[in-house]
C-alpha cells in the first residue's frame, strides 16, 4: 500500500441482518464516491407468488423475514383485501394492531440491546457487553421474550405466525385468555420505560438528515397496521398512488432496487414514523419520548435508538389499550372470495413502510405481485448519509472511521435479506 491509496477492508460488519458491502474512495484527501454494495442473491419472491392461489401470499411473504414476518403478512392481507373488495371487521384489525404490537417490541429490542447499544458502549457484541452490563442486558431479553409471547398468543408462535389468514385469523382469543399476557406487558412497560432513560445517556455523532420523511398517517392514532401515506415536503396521498410518486431503479453495483419520492431520496423507518406523527404517541409514550430530550421531529439517525425506544413504550401501551378493550369478535375471520382487480396494501414494519400490490386474474391466481421493503427504500438516503459522515470525518484514521461507518449503518437497522452479516468496507485514499 502506497503512501497515495490506502485500502481499509472490513471482513464482517456484524449485528445487522443481510449481506452487503460499502465502497469508499477518497482522492486528494476528498470524497469521490460511496457505494452501498448489496450483493445477497436475489430471493425472487415476486416471481414465485405469480400463478398461487389468493390466499396464499399471507403465508409465503412472511418468509421473506423472520424477524418481521407479520409486516409481510399484513401488508399482503391489507393488499388482496382491497383487490377483492372486502373490509375485514373493526374488531379483528384490532387484533391484527395487537399482533402487530408483539413484532414491533421484539424486534425493536432486539435492535437495541443486541445489535446497536455495543456501538455506544465500546464493545464489539452483545456477549462483551454483559460482563459489564448484566442487568441491562438481562432487562433487554425479558423485553423481547415478552415481544415474543405477545406474538406468540394472537399469531399461534413468534417467528411466522400460523394464526393469520386472509380476512382474519383462524382463531381469536376469549377475554379471559388474555390475563397472563396482559400481566406479562405491565411488567414490561415498566422495563420499556427504563430502556428510554438507559439509551437517551448514550453519546449520539452529530449528523442531521436532509431527506423527505415517508410514513404512514393514521387519524388519532400511531400508525401501526395500515394508514395513509404522509411525507414531509408535500401533501399526503392514498395507498393506491404509491407506484406513481415511488419508483425503483437497478444500479450495477447491488443486487436491491433503489427507490426515489418524485425523484428525490427519502427515508422511511423510526425517524420519519416519530417525525410525523409524535402528535399521535401515547401519553407515556409522548412523556418518555419528552424527558429523552427528543422534540416533535428528530433527524439525526444515530438517535434512532432513542426513537425506538419509545416506540417499544407506546407498543406496549398500544397492546394493553387493545386488550382493555377487547371484545371478542362474532367471526374469526371475513370471506375473502377472489375476484380480478389490483390491490395495494402497506403497513409500518419496525424498520420503516412495507408495500404491496397484487393483481388477482380471472382464474382467482396471483397474476403479478410487487414487494417493496423499507431497507431497499433507504438505501439511497443511506448512501447520502454515509459521504455526508465521511466527508465531516476525514481526519479519522482508518479504523475509527470504519468504526463509525459501521455505526451509522447499524442506525438504519437495515434488513437486507427482505431487499448487511456481512460487509466489506474498501477505503481507497488516491
Not at 121 to 146: C, N, T, W
Not at 235 to 250: C, G, L
Request: proline share 7%; net charge negative; with cysteine.
Amino acid at each position: 500500500m502506497t503512501e497515495s491509496t490506502r485500502t481499509l477492508s472490513v471482513g464482517t460488519l456484524t449485528r445487522v441482518e443481510g449481506e452487503g458491502a460499502l465502497h469508499v474512495t477518497l482522492k486528494d484527501g476528498a470524497l469521490q464516491s460511496v457505494q452501498l454494495n448489496i450483493y445477497e442473491p436475489p430471493r425472487f419472491f415476486e416471481a414465485f407468488l405469480r400463478g398461487r392461489a389468493h390466499t396464499e401470499p399471507p403465508d409465503l411473504t412472511a418468509r421473506v423475514c423472520g424477524i418481521c414476518p407479520v409486516a409481510y403478512q399484513i401488508s399482503a392481507c391489507n393488499a388482496i383485501e382491497d383487490a377483492c373488495g372486502v373490509r375485514v371487521d373493526d374488531e379483528l384489525v384490532a387484533l391484527r394492531r395487537l399482533l402487530y404490537c408483539g413484532e414491533w417490541i421484539h424486534s425493536h429490542v432486539l435492535h437495541i440491546y443486541l445489535l446497536h447499544a455495543p456501538d455506544f458502549l465500546g464493545y464489539p457484541d452483545i456477549i462483551g457487553m454483559s460482563r459489564d452490563h448484566a442487568q441491562d442486558v438481562e432487562r433487554g431479553l425479558a423485553l423481547k421474550k415478552a415481544g415474543n409471547q405477545l406474538m406468540e398468543f394472537v399469531g399461534g408462535r413468534a417467528i411466522h405466525p400460523i394464526n393469520v389468514r386472509l380476512g382474519g385469523f383462524y382463531s381469536v382469543p376469549t377475554r379471559s385468555d388474555f390475563k397472563p399476557i396482559a400481566e406479562v406487558l405491565r411488567r414490561a412497560l415498566d422495563s420499556a420505560l427504563a430502556t428510554v432513560e438507559w439509551v437517551s445517556g448514550f453519546e449520539f455523532p452529530d449528523l442531521e438528515l436532509d431527506h423527505e420523511f415517508l410514513a404512514l398517517a393514521a387519524p388519532g392514532r400511531y400508525p401501526i397496521e395500515d394508514g395513509t401515506i404522509a411525507r414531509s415536503a408535500g401533501p399526503p396521498f392514498p395507498v393506491a398512488d404509491f407506484t406513481a410518486h415511488v419508483a425503483e431503479s437497478q444500479v450495477p453495483y447491488s443486487t436491491a432496487l433503489h427507490a426515489t419520492l418524485d425523484g428525490g431520496r427519502y427515508l422511511t423507518g423510526p425517524l420519519a414514523r416519530f417525525s410525523l406523527n409524535s402528535a399521535a404517541l401515547s401519553p407515556v409514550a409522548a412523556q418518555a419520548a419528552a424527558r429523552a430530550g427528543l422534540s416533535a421531529e428528530c433527524r439525526n439517525p444515530f438517535r434512532s435508538i432513542v426513537v425506538r425506544a419509545v416506540e417499544v413504550v407506546y407498543a406496549i401501551e398500544e397492546a394493553l389499550r387493545i386488550i382493555d378493550g377487547y371484545q371478542r369478535p362474532a367471526r374469526p375471520f371475513v370471506e375473502v372470495p377472489a375476484r380480478p382487480g389490483v390491490g395495494h396494501g402497506v403497513s409500518e414494519a419496525p424498520r420503516g413502510l412495507l408495500y404491496h400490490r397484487y393483481r388477482i386474474g380471472e382464474d382467482g391466481l396471483v397474476a403479478a405481485a410487487t414487494l417493496i421493503p423499507p431497507t431497499s427504500q433507504n438505501q439511497a438516503a443511506i448512501e447520502a448519509d454515509l459521504a455526508r459522515l465521511v466527508s465531516a470525518n476525514l481526519s479519522r484514521d482508518d479504523a475509527a472511521l470504519t468504526a463509525l461507518c459501521e455505526q451509522l449503518i447499524r442506525s438504519y437497522d437495515p434488513c437486507i435479506s427482505c431487499s448487511a452479516h456481512f460487509l466489506k468496507l474498501t477505503v481507497d485514499r488516491q
